[in-house]
Each structure stands twice: as structure tokens, then as C-alpha cells.
């Protein structure tokens, strides 16, 4: 009984996520002309840019380098856009936390849901460059798993930011220019391979790992179960960190905003 | 039968914030003491029991705790003492602010405040022509909601609350100052729509400061001071007593 219920309380938050996320969709593409293309423009145009950069250069290095360049933008992107968002996701919906009590969680999870979907239509060029690049496309399919390990481990950063920045509002402008920093500090358009020192630091860079795979996936390269234990490992405890964090702060989140 | 809704010694308070500008200075205050922060109990030992069916109207002045109760109940805030039993599920309408969006149109709008209120699509469904018949909108449910009047929004949060509680069923419902914007045709609806409500069973909390509203539709009154109750019991009585307080306190031109 008692777990029938937790699965109906469970179950009823994911579809008020999902009916969020939808709105919040539709809320973005009304009244604008490209719609759904804004979802790919910033992605694309940075892959675009970064591939004119480094192509002659560091891309002679690198097998496959626009697999390699796209499969960092797209998964960085993912990340940075849901944590972005869900910092100040709490305070912007201020008013309706304080009149209606419905599960907040769903405020964040409609956050990542929604950004899965953006992320399926940059998958969609993806698996055009696979094929354009003769890699094999089963590599697609594995690669859901990693997108998997990536969503929780998103989602647990979001509930910390999300119920920290109530507290700290400097915390939403802090992130900004870290995620900046980050995207500079994960090989994304470079490797690090043969530098110690770089492979040093990106032991403690989550996303390295959930990029690192990736590539490891789709590309001939081999892959690594201990890439694979670390990027479960970085995940299920930011998961239980984020979970435990807004559990004991979504109480106050009503008076506080 | 049992309560459906027990308080027993309820407190609630909010510390003031007497903002120093940023976080920095205000830590800094905090910590050096140079200004201990004010609390404020805006329910102080408060205590009462509500029975199946029943209707109750709550009186007070401004800043008396009206509010809060209501959002104690509705467990947005988390109290600060005593102990608070709501045995069965809640349905609030504490203010308009039920998760509308302007740029979107009335459909949505009604899909999105029935899924925060924990309808499922289906359910919505099912109910969305009633939503859309009571709130008298017929003909613009593909209008943005940027169109509407201040009435026509009142109407609409007023069906969608109601026809949720319709679907969903829950045991009590709190109603905060809904009626003041809504013309009479609109007010004589949702009377009959409250009397509907409580033939089922459903207890009601309603805040209003329309004293005749309250004597003709509640079976007990509370009169809410400072957190605390003043008064509690036969509508007429009580709302005779609040009536002369008013008067005293006009006449002597200031609040106490």
C-alpha cells in the first residue's frame, strides 16, 4: 500500500513534468519564425565555427574530428543548457509556489525532459555525420545509455543549483561563468591524451567522463569500463546529493521567494 | 466521523528581513549582532478542528493570519510548532496564481493549471467542456490569455478549481478572497457550485471580507486576531462582534 502509493506520487510528478516541458515548448516556439530551429542553431553554430577553427590544426590529430568536435558540443550543450535554466527555476515560478502545492520537483525534471528532446534533434545530426563519416550506426544505439547516465547526473545539479540559488542569488551569476570555465576545461575541441597534466585534472571533471564515452561509443576507439564505473558513479551521487538538498529546502521554498 | 482537519497549538512565524542590500552585509549584520532579526508569528498557538461537510468562514483585518492558515493547511508553509492533521487531500485556491501563462492560449492554459493541480491529461479531457461552460468562455477558448479581462480570469481560475475538485475529489478545499472581482451572476454560481461541494462532504475554508457573504454561507465563522482565534462559532454572532470592533476601531480612527 504504502508503495503503491510512492509509485502514484512518483508517476503523477513525471506526467506534471512531461505536461511542463510540453508547455514550455510550446511557450518558446509561439510567435517565433525559426520554432523549433533555434534548438539547433546555437549547437550547430558553435560546432560550425569550432570545426573552420581547429580542423586543419588539431583535427589532423584526431580521428573523425567532426564526430569527435559534435559529440562534445552536443553533450557540454545539454549539460549547460538544463543547469543554466534550472537556477533560477525556483524563483521565476515564485508565485504559483506559493499558491499551489504540487510536487516541485517536477519544475526540474520538466527542465532535463525538455532538454532531452532538444538534445534527440541534435541527435538527429548526429547520426547524419555517423553515417557521412562511414562510422558504424550501431553506435547510436549504446550511445542512449550514456545520454541516460548524463540526464541523471544533470538532474542532480539541477536540484542543487535550483534550491542553493533561493538562498544565494550570485550562485545563478556564478554558474554562468563557471560552465564557461568548464567548457574550456573539458577536451572538447582538443584531446588529452599525452598530457598528464590535463588527465590529472579531468579525473575530477564529471563531464569528462560522460564525453569521453560517448566518443568511445561512436568512434573505433576502445572503450573503458572504468570511464563507465566513474560516469555512474558521478551520477548516482549527484542524483542522491541534489535529491537530499531539495528535500530538506523545498519546505522553506514558499516563504523564502 | 473524525476531523478532516486538525490543528492543535499551531504556530508559524517569519523572521523580517530588514534588508541590509546584499547577502554579504546582511551576514555581516547578522553575525556581528548589530541587528538580531525581528520574528514575527503570524499564528501563534492556534488550534482547530473542521468536520466533514462543514463550511468555514474566516474573518480578520489585514496581516490577522488569514493567509497563512490557509497555506498551513494547504502545506505550502511548513509549520513552526504544534502539530497539523489534514487526514485527507487539499485543494487550495489561494489566489489566481495557479500557473497561467499569458502567451498562451485558453486551452493550454486550462491543460497546464489542471496538470499542476494534479490532473492527469485524461482527466482534463473529460472536464474541459464543464471548465469552459462554467467559466462562461465559450467562445474564445483558442484566445491568448493576454486578451482577458480581469473577471474572465477570476471565472476561469474559479471553473478550473472547481471542476478539478470535482474529478480529483479531495475532502477540503480553501478558498482565499475569490469572490471579490466576480460580477453576481458569477457569484451566484459559485454558491451553488460550494453547496454542491458540501453535499458531498467537502469541507470549506473561505476567506472574505464581504460580512453578509459570510454570515448566509458558512455553518461556523472564525474571527482570526494576530494569529490567534478571537472568536469562534455562530456566524451571526460573530460577525455581530467583528461588526462592532470595526466600528470601534473607525471611531477611533487607527488600528490596534
Known sequence: MMMLSFFNKIKKCLNLSFELARISFKIRNEGSFLGLAWYLLNPLAAFGLLLFLFF?????????????????????????QATTESSLAVIDNAALIRSVNFPREALIISIIFKNIFSHLLELVILIVLVMAMGLPFVGIIYYLPVLLLLAIFTL????????????????????????????????????????????????????????SLARQILMPLRLEIGYGVAAIFYSLVCLMIGWFLFNRLKRKFAERI | MSDYIKLENVSKKFKIGHSNGTLLFELLATVSRQRPREIFWALKNFSLSAY???????????GAGKTTLLKVIAGIYEIDGGSLLVSRSVMPLISLDIGLVERLTMRDNIYLAGSLLGLSRNQISQCFDQIVDLAELGGFIDCK??????????????????????????????????????????????????KKLKKNNVTILFVAHDLEFIKDHSDRVLWLDRGQVRELGEPSVVVTHYQKFLEDNINHGQRQ
Open chain 2, 145 to 194: 490569455l493576454c486578451q482577458f479581462s480581469s473577471g474572465m480570469r477570476t471565472r476561469l481560475v474559479f471553473s478550473i478549481v472547481i471542476n478539478s475538485v470535482k474529478i480529483s475529489q479531495p475532502e477540503i478545499l480553501l478558498i482565499d478572497e475569490i469572490f471579490a472581482v466576480g460580477d453576481g451572476i458569477f457569484k451566484q454560481k459559485s454558491i451553488s457550485e460550494m
Open chain 1, 156 to 211: 542532480g545539479v539541477c536540484f542543487i543549483l535550483s534550491s542553493l540559488t533561493i538562498y544565494c542569488l550570485d550562485l545563478a551569476n556564478i554558474w554562468n561563468f563557471f560552465c564557461r570555465l568548464l567548457w574550456l576545461g573539458t577536451p572538447i575541441f582538443y584531446t588529452v591524451v599525452d598530457q598528464p597534466r590535463l588527465i590529472m585534472v579531468n579525473r575530477f571533471n564529471p563531464m569528462y567522463y560522460f564525453v
Open chain 2, 52 to 62: 466533514p461537510g462543514e463550511a468555514i468562514g474566516i474573518i480578520g483585518l489585514n
Open chain 1, 56 to 80: 586543419d590544426n588539431l583535427g589532423s590529430q584526431i580521428d573523425y574530428y567532426p564526430v569527435y568536435l559534435l559529440v562534445g558540443v552536443i553533450i557540454f550543450n545539454f549539460f549547460q
